[in-house]
């Protein structure tokens, strides 16, 4: 996470996500955070960030602590996304061409 926001972890470590991404984004991710916690499961959730796509797990974490916690693992999934994509639009032309061979077709 830190390459992507461009620091470093040590410059991260005490800050809250609201304060170093997107505020929507990060709002979204305190949301999952705090599901996690409050149900004591995993929660997935995916997004993206700067133009990057992620699938994200939020895990509660059991800890000596006295406030709850969750670890995140977020695996950017940009390149998998893109082939979907480029794979629809190819499977959306061949359908425009299969029609527009069959109208042709028919017309004659």
Known sequence: MADRLGTTPEALAGERLIDVMDTETARRRVAAVREAIDEGETVE??????????????????????RATAQLVSRDVTERVERERELERQNERQRNSQASSATTSETR
Not at 46 to 53: A, C, M, V
Request: charged share 25%; aromatic share 10%.
């Open 45 to 66: 959730t995916t997004d993206s960030l700067d133009g990057r796509h992620y699938q994200n797990q939020f895990v509660p974490v059991e800890s000596h602590r006295e």
